[in-house]
């Protein structure tokens, strides 16, 4: 029996959401491509809707870069930056709820602006990895679900042009220069992110969230043994080895 109309999970907040999303991010690329940022962010909610989404998670999927991103796309001058911030963020509350600003927030790093610009990626990285195990708005399963989506859609996509890079250790770590820290920090950061999404007490008993971690982890461990490197090597690698320990 088919399902009727009235009922299918996905609505015109949807189709508003991506056209949002689609103008916020106009003009932006994946990291050393040319393909339209929005690639990533239909992926993100594509991820999350295969593994439970509402309607809200599937929209704070496609938004969950606007704070970040969104702000320098509409505003080139860095002062202006943390103002845009807050004017996407009260629009997303406005036009979607409360809810669903609350899930933007939990995917984003909140580290505070330095002279106008992000502050180092060491700070930046660690805090949100600490905010994930022990900010309150991130507690919670739905917030959880829209971030690691996002993981698991980036860490998919690493994995697949890594091993497309070429066949030996040398050609894949060429691959990471497009990252700001290069192949060991960005190893490192996803694989803490497994470990704080095990850790994150909103996780607790959610099957579906359970899974997307699980398969976080899956790709994660595949993108270090194309790297010829293992999860301990990764996680003692400096950077964010604090932090790490942390996690243990």
């Given at each position: 029996?088919?399902?009727?109309a009235?009922?299918?999970?996905?609505?015109?907040r949807?189709?508003?959401?991506?056209?949002?999303?689609?103008?916020?991010?106009?003009?932006?690329?994946?990291?050393?491509?040319?393909?339209?940022?929005?690639?990533h962010?239909?992926?993100?909610?594509?991820?999350?809707?295969e593994?439970?989404?509402?309607?809200?998670e599937?929209?704070?999927?496609?938004?969950?870069?606007?704070?970040e991103?969104?702000?320098?796309?509409?505003?080139?001058?860095?002062?202006?930056?943390?103002?845009?911030?807050?004017?996407?963020?009260?629009?997303?509350?406005?036009?979607?709820?409360?809810?669903?600003?609350?899930?933007?927030?939990?995917?984003?790093?909140?580290?505070?602006?330095v002279?106008?610009?992000?502050?180092?990626?060491?700070?930046?990285k660690?805090?949100?990895l600490?905010?994930?195990?022990?900010?309150?708005?991130?507690?919670?399963?739905?917030a959880?679900?829209?971030?690691?989506?996002?993981?698991?859609?980036?860490?998919?996509?690493?994995?697949?042009?890594?091993?497309t890079?070429?066949?030996?250790?040398?050609?894949?770590?060429?691959?990471?220069?497009?990252?700001?820290?290069?192949?060991?920090?960005?190893?490192?950061?996803?694989?803490?992110?497994v470990?704080?999404?095990?850790?994150?007490?909103?996780?607790?008993?959610?099957?579906r969230?359970?899974?997307?971690?699980?398969?976080?982890?899956?790709?994660?461990?595949?993108l270090?043994?194309?790297?010829?490197?293992?999860?301990?090597?990764?996680?003692a690698?400096?950077?964010?080895?604090?932090?790490?320990?942390?996690?243990?």
């Amino acid at each position: 029996m088919e399902t009727p109309a009235t009922a299918f999970p996905l609505t015109d907040r949807f189709i508003k959401a991506l056209t949002l999303a689609h103008k916020w991010h106009t003009g932006q690329y994946r990291k050393g491509t040319r393909i339209p940022y929005i690639s990533h962010l239909m992926g993100v909610a594509s991820v999350a809707l295969e593994f439970g989404a509402s309607e809200d998670e599937a929209i704070a999927a496609l938004l969950h870069d606007a704070l970040e991103d969104g702000p320098e796309n509409l505003e080139p001058e860095e002062t202006m930056r943390a103002k845009k911030r807050q004017e996407l963020e009260d629009h997303i509350r406005r036009e979607f709820d409360t809810e669903v600003a609350r899930l933007v927030l939990g995917a984003t790093e909140e580290t505070p602006l330095v002279n106008g610009r992000k502050a180092p990626w060491e700070q930046r990285k660690g805090e949100y990895l600490h905010k994930l195990v022990s900010r309150e708005h991130v507690k919670d399963a739905s917030a959880l679900l829209v971030s690691a989506a996002d993981k698991l859609h980036n860490a998919r996509s690493i994995l697949t042009d890594v091993l497309t890079a070429g066949d030996t250790a040398e050609t894949r770590a060429a691959f990471f220069d497009r990252f700001n820290q290069g192949q060991h920090g960005t190893l490192q950061y996803y694989r803490l992110l497994v470990r704080a999404y095990r850790l994150a007490p909103g996780a607790a008993g959610q099957p579906r969230l359970l899974a997307l971690i699980a398969e976080l982890d899956r790709t994660v461990t595949a993108l270090e043994a194309a790297c010829d490197l293992d999860q301990d090597t990764v996680a003692a690698f400096p950077l964010l080895r604090p932090v790490g320990e942390q996690l243990a």
